[in-house]
Every structure is written in structure tokens, then in C-alpha cells.
């Protein structure tokens, strides 16, 4: 490939962007990266939800939006204060033990195992295991992990993933929080014990595993926990799951193997019991989202919406990594904070004036399980029927140039159709998720606006299979993602973000002018959601 092909895409975008901007600074990513640079100082302290750095970046942005002329769209002017209460599991004083017929075996928090604090685990509890696949079911998708197990007051083990057999995004939606823990619920589980697939792991264990000494959170309203009910939830090293499954005729390579394979995962109890003993440091505090609108100018359509999302929190201080505790989240998602601003900034300096209302929302929280958005989503701020469509930026990874864009969401509805024009008419190319096993689709702010029926999609830069930036992204996740390293000393493409943020508003611009709002696909798992 010359250089000149490869530096198509975003040289395409470049050009048209001179005409759309107007007098803008120009998207070579300057201004992109200074915002960058302030969220992810480490003045900031990697910004952890409730935190005072948090609340210095929700500020910062505040102060951006109204530099920029935007209306304020908070109930507290720019801000909506969101109420938490915080969980930390004491590990001095909690413990995890295998009991089976030959004695017990106690399990070292951290290297073997985890208590995670999302379920509001239970002081002390003491449960049959039971291994069921996949812990799914759900009849549409014709699965059904749990059919002739009994689980009711058991732990539910299973591998983390779905069958190859069930398209991506409802695969996404049946792991997601809320269906599982409505499922065991239903079930009468006591909780849940996954096991991750080494294969679809994100981050390696010896780093994932620092995150148990950091706070988990949930919303103060019950009704918005999703775990509720449940007894306990525990993540367990696959490099140690053999302790699991020793004795029950069965191994953990085994399932692995058929997991691989696509064949269908056991069902079977595993002859043990766990025994968990559990202490929980417990707090409540405040945090921020960030709104504003750049208001439409149709007088029966401004009243409508169009969401631009990004999340504003990361880890906060957390374990030293190489004498590092300071968790920046410069790409994860300080960037996608600054495409945020960048893009109002685009749209104001171009002289737009979408027919439809462009509201612009940073959001808490999103670290801690999409907590600030399903705040916003639940209670917004603006009538929940007028908003049409979210376009969410979660770290959407500059590193190379602009020459691919994936689609979270492409195929679910009209919105993926006006992202894939937008990006062609830009000579980018547009792509569906590379790899629906990481089940992104869920795992961000948009599922939150998903949830209540609004057409909503996630863009990242993209990367061909196979390809160089293929690596590079791969390499990024390994040694950067939810680590120190993501600070403002690593490589980045500037011009590919300008580029991206100039697609970003020429599709918000598209979207707020469009003679009928967004709708899902009649193929579409999620249109259920707004019937």
C-alpha cells in the first residue's frame, strides 16, 4: 500500500472539512488535544466518579459549553448532580473457600479470584455450585443454559461469551447487567461465578484483577440496581478455574475446547460448594453529568433532540503500575470527552443551524457500569420522548489515520445507515463491529438511551482485520487499556481525531435535519424497546 492510499481517508475528510467548517480552527486536532490534555492531567487524578478531580473536569466542561454559547441543560445550570453509594470489599477481613467432600480449599483473593461488589454481596454465605454454559437463555435466540438445572439458592458458574450461533448484538444484550440479573432472579440463584474466556480477555488478569481495590458503585435508587436480590458475584482466573471443576467429571480445558469448537457448553453440578466470607466499606456520594443544546431552529422540531454522549469519569488513583497510580484515561475516555467539545466547536464555527435541537452530554459514572447516563436515560433532562437518536464516543482510539470507521449498531437502525453515507461521502470506509465477541455494543453509554427505545450507535477508528492497526489496537488494550500507561505521553494520530470529529458533526447535523426521526430496523432485536 503507497503512502498515498493510506493516508486517503483522512486526507478525504480533511478536504471536505475546509467547506463545513467556516472559519473553524481546521480538524488537524489541535484543539481536540488540548482538551485532552487538561482532563487527562494528572492534576486530575484520572477523574474517578464522586471524586474532586471529577468534579474539576465536570467544571471544566461546563465552562467550555457556555464559552461556546450553549445552552445550559442541567438542573443545576450545566450540571445534574447524580447520587451514589459506594462499595469496596475489605479483603482483610473477607475469604473464599471451596468445600467438597475431601475438606476445603480456601482461594487467594486476587491470584485465583475476586469478589466483585457490584452485587451487594452477602456478610457471609455458603452455596452449591452449579456449571451452566453460558448462564443464558432466552427463548428468541432458542437457548437456553439452564434448562433441567436446578439453581434455585445455588451459585451459577459459567464461561463468559455467548454461541456463535447468536447474532452479536442480541448475544450483547442477553450478558448485559440487566437481563442477567433479571434471569437469575427468576431462577432463584444466589448469585453468579464467571470465569472469563482467556481468548476474549481484554486485559490480562495480572492487571484486571488491581481493580477489585478500587470502589464499585451503584445509583441510590434501588430500582435502578440491577443486581438486586442476588447474593454474591465472584470472577475467577481461568489460569486457576481447574479448582472449580476437579472431581465433577468434567475440566476446564474441556469447556474451553467446545466453547472454540462452537459446540455446546455442559450443564452440570460441580460437587462443591463455595463459602464466602465478605466485608464491605460503604459511602454515598455526588457526581456530575454535563449537559447542554445548541438549540434547533425549526419551530415544530426543536423541541426534539439528538444526543451526542461521552463519558467523562475514569479509575481515579488506584494500584501502582511501574510507580504509576494515577489512572489517566487520556483515550479511555478523556478523548471522547474532548470529541465532544471539538464538535459543538465545529457546529457553532460552521454557522449551523440544525432544524433539531443537538444536545450535548457528558456523563458520570460509566466506569462503574453506565450508572450517569442510566441516570440521565431514566430522569433526563429533556422530555424522554423527544429524544430521536444518541451517538455515543466512548474511547474511540486515534492512533492511526482515519481511514476505516466501525459501527456499533450499524445494521440495528436507519441511524447506522446515515453514519455508513456520512463516512462514504467522506471517503472513509464504514465497518460493523470487527469483533462482536467484546460486546461493546453493551458495554458503553449508548446502551443506556438502547434501554428506553432510542436509536443509538458508538463510532470508533477503524482497522481492517489483519492489518497493522489491527496490532496496534491489539497492543494498545494489552498494555494500555485501564492502565496508567493511557496518559498523555503516548501516541496518538491528531489529524485522524480532527478528521473523526468533523464526521461526527456533519452526522449530528444530518441526523437534526432529517424529515423523520430515526428508527430501529424491523430485524432489529432492540426495536422491542420502543414498542
Excluded at 440479573?181 to 484483577?209: E, T
Excluded at 469483533?435 to 449508548?446: A, G, T, V, Y
Aim: include cysteine; charged fraction near 25%; charge should be neutral.
Amino acid at each position: 500500500m503507497t503512502n498515498a492510499t493510506r493516508f486517503l481517508g483522512t486526507a478525504t475528510v480533511l478536504v471536505a472539512a475546509a467547506t463545513f467548517a467556516k472559519g473553524a480552527s481546521g480538524p488537524d486536532g489541535e484543539r481536540w488535544w488540548s482538551h485532552v490534555a487538561v482532563l487527562a492531567d494528572d492534576k486530575l487524578e484520572g477523574r474517578n466518579t464522586g471524586g474532586e478531580g471529577h468534579r474539576k473536569a465536570a467544571l471544566y466542561v461546563a465552562g467550555q459549553f457556555q464559552k461556546l454559547g450553549l445552552e445550559p441543560a442541567g438542573t443545576a445550570g450545566y450540571l445534574q448532580p447524580v447520587m451514589f453509594k459506594s462499595k469496596q470489599i475489605d479483603e482483610a477481613r473477607s475469604s473464599l473457600v471451596l468445600v467438597s467432600k475431601n475438606g476445603e480449599e480456601p482461594l487467594t483473593l486476587g491470584d485465583d479470584a475476586i469478589i466483585g461488589s457490584r452485587i451487594d454481596p452477602a456478610p457471609a454465605l455458603e452455596a452449591d455450585l452449579v456449571f451452566a454454559g453460558y448462564g443464558l437463555a432466552n427463548s428468541e435466540a432458542g437457548h437456553d443454559d439452564f434448562q433441567g438445572l436446578d439453581v434455585r439458592g445455588k451459585l451459577v458458574v459459567c464461561l463468559m461469551g455467548a454461541p456463535a450461533s447468536i447474532a452479536g448484538s442480541l448475544a450483547a444484550h442477553m450478558q448485559s447487567g440487566g437481563e442477567r440479573g433479571d434471569l437469575l432472579r427468576k431462577l432463584g440463584a444466589a448469585g453468579i461465578v464467571m470465569i472469563p474466556n482467556p481468548k476474549n480477555m481484554d486485559i490480562p488478569w495480572a492487571r484486571s484483577s488491581l481493580a477489585r481495590f478500587m470502589p464499585s458503585m451503584g445509583l441510590v435508587d434501588p430500582m435502578m440496581d440491577d443486581t438486586r436480590g442476588l447474593l454474591l458475584g465472584v470472577t475467577v482466573n481461568p489460569a486457576r478455574a481447574e479448582k472449580l471443576f476437579a472431581g465433577s467429571g468434567h475440566a476446564f480445558l474441556e469447556i474451553l475446547q467446545a466453547a472454540q469448537a462452537g459446540k455446546p457448553l455442559p450443564r452440570f453440578a460441580l460437587g462443591k460448594r463455595l463459602k464466602a466470607t465478605v466485608a464491605v466499606k460503604r459511602a454515598q456520594l455526588e457526581s456530575q453529568n454535563v449537559v447542554a443544546i445548541l438549540p434547533g431552529s425549526d419551530p415544530e422540531l426543536k423541541g426534539e433532540y439528538v444526543v451526542m454522549s461521552a463519558h467523562l469519569d475514569h479509575l481515579g488513583i488506584g494500584e501502582p503500575i511501574k510507580g504509576d497510580a494515577i489512572y489517566n484515561g487520556a483515550m479511555d475516555n478523556a478523548s471522547g470527552v474532548a470529541a465532544l467539545l471539538d464538535v459543538a466547536a465545529i457546529l457553532k464555527e460552521s454557522g449551523a443551524r440544525p432544524r433539531r435541537s443537538i444536545l450535548f452530554l457528558a456523563v458520570t459514572g460509566e466506569e462503574k457500569g453506565l450508572l450517569g447516563s442510566r441516570f440521565f436515560a431514566d430522569a433526563p433532562t429533556v422530555d424522554r420522548k423527544a429524544i430521536v437518536a444518541d451517538v455515543n464516543v466512548d474511547m474511540f482510539l486515534p492512533l492511526y489515520p482515519l481511514k476505516r470507521l466501525t459501527i456499533y449498531g450499524l445494521g440495528e437502525s436507519d441511524l447506522g445507515d446515515q453514519v455508513a453515507a456520512v463516512a462514504t461521502e467522506l471517503g472513509v470506509a464504514p465497518d460493523p463491529d470487527p469483533e462482536p465477541k467484546r460486546n461493546i455494543f453493551i458495554r458503553s453509554d449508548q446502551y443506556s438511551f438502547i434501554r428506553r427505545g432510542i436509536p443509538s450507535i458508538a463510532l470508533k477508528v477503524g482497522f481492517a482485520s489483519g492489518s497493522p492497526e489491527a496490532a496496534v489496537q491489539k497492543r494498545w488494550l494489552t498494555e494500555r487499556y485501564h492502565a496508567p500507561s493511557d496518559d498523555l505521553k503516548q501516541p496518538v494520530d491528531k489529524p485522524a481525531a480532527g478528521a473523526f470529529d468533523v464526521l461526527v458533526a456533519k452526522l449530528l447535523e444530518r441526523v437534526a435535519n432529517g424529515a423523520e426521526r430515526p428508527h430501529w430496523k424491523d430485524s432489529s432485536f432492540f426495536k422491542r424497546f420502543a414498542e
